[in-house]
């Protein structure tokens, strides 16, 4: 069982502390109220796109036009994001936060879920880094997803494991 | 039917200092007549996300133009961008599709539908203005106009088909050459 809460409110301190200036996203079941407080956050601009498959390259070019963007979208949709995360991160050394709901968690492991059950291995197949974020108690791992991905020059990714809290 | 090289060298008249994102068989004829590198993003990794990446340039550049050199065939893998982008408005983004009916590089296999109407498709999206050039002389005379009015704008060229002409420029070589190739184009917008 996951105790505590993940306020959207302390993540988006979390992204202004790190200069984000957008956040591209197709929104999720466990990130709408995230959704919500990042739509009212006025230094973050939120880029929807039509499919996953779009957020890393407009963050790409984002990047390129020197900005800080961030993407989230859910587990389901980085595997349908697989050859953007290849080509336009991975491939380009693109030092990219990635906000991935983790659909189907469960901190014991056993899930019918298969969007869950693939995830880890899939990022440990790519190479991608990742951090667990399960509540509030755990956001000292978004300032960490950020260093290493500057550090590496490559995506990282924060695993949002419980859905977010309504404000 | 325009051919490759004089759609590009007509676009490229009018270039001036916009940033110009290439995929496929574009980036091969738009490398031949750039005169400024340092700020052409060739996507030699990831076919069809061109027009994404040219979205995020053109919304976090919003005093650059940005002109993305598309194909039919990439276009399609990617039809939700048309929707993505005129979503965010970039008045500064010029959306050309290259339309030869056919994967060339690959051979020349038709398209799943080559008979696409992408212009109408671009302003049922929400476009700002699209239209069809299959005439050299009218592009010249008329880009400059395309170019005037805020974006985004669709330009679909029916082009000359090329199938397989000389490959495109999709190797080990040009994939490794990127990253330094977009931290270039980062450096060079910065540098603005």
């Known amino acids: 069982m996951i105790t505590g809460i993940l306020n959207p409110a302390r993540v988006v301190e979390q992204l202004v502390k790190q200069r984000v ?9 466990e990130t709408r109220h995230m959704y919500d407080r990042l739509i009212a956050e006025p230094t973050i601009h939120v880029i929807p796109v039509s499919r996953e498959g779009e957020a890393i390259p407009v963050a790409a070019g ?8 961030v993407i989230s979208i859910q587990n389901a949709g980085l595997f349908e994001s697989g050859d953007a995360l290849r080509g336009l991160a991975i491939g380009i050394d693109l030092p990219l936060v990635m906000f991935i709901g983790y659909r189907g968690y469960t901190r014991h492991g056993d899930t019918p879920d298969s969007a869950a059950r693939i995830l880890e ?3 440990h197949l790519w190479g991608v880094d990742y951090f667990t974020v399960e509540s509030d108690a755990d956001l000292d791992r978004v300032p960490m997803a950020f260093e290493r991905a500057e550090r590496r ?12 809290a309504k404000e | 039917m325009i051919n490759y090289r004089d759609a590009v060298e007509i676009i490229n008249r009018d270039r001036k200092d916009a940033v110009c994102v290439t995929t496929m068989t574009q980036t091969r004829y738009w490398y031949a007549v750039s005169e400024r590198p340092e700020l052409d993003i060739g996507i030699s990794n990831g076919m069809s996300k061109a027009s994404s990446l040219a979205l995020g340039v053109a919304i976090g550049a919003p005093d650059r133009r940005v002109i993305v050199l598309d194909g ?27 339309d030869n009916g056919m994967y060339a590089v690959t051979g020349g296999q038709p398209l799943p539908n080559p008979k696409v109407d992408y212009p109408a498709m671009a302003l049922a999206a929400g476009y700002a203005h699209a239209r069809t050039f299959s005439d050299a002389e009218e592009l010249a005379s008329d880009l400059p106009g395309v170019f005037g009015r805020p974006g985004p704008a669709l330009v679909h060229i029916a082009v000359t088909p090329e199938p397989a002409a000389a490959g495109v420029d999709q190797t ?13 184009a980062q450096s060079a917008l910065q540098a603005r």
């Open chain 1, 121 to 123: 291995p899939y990022l």
């Open chain 2, 172 to 184: 080990w070589e040009s994939n490794r050459k990127m990253p330094a190739q977009l931290r270039a």
């Open chain 1, 62 to 69: 984002l990047w390129i036009a020197g900005q800080r963007p």
């Open chain 1, 153 to 164: 020059s490559q995506p990282v990714a924060v695993l949002i494991g419980t859905e977010y």
């Open chain 1, 21 to 29: 200036t957008h956040m591209v996203t197709l929104p999720d079941s």
């Open chain 2, 72 to 98: 039919d065939g990439s276009l399609l893998m990617n039809l939700g961008s048309l929707v993505t982008i005129a979503g965010q408005k970039p008045g500064n983004l010029y959306h050309f599709v290259f």
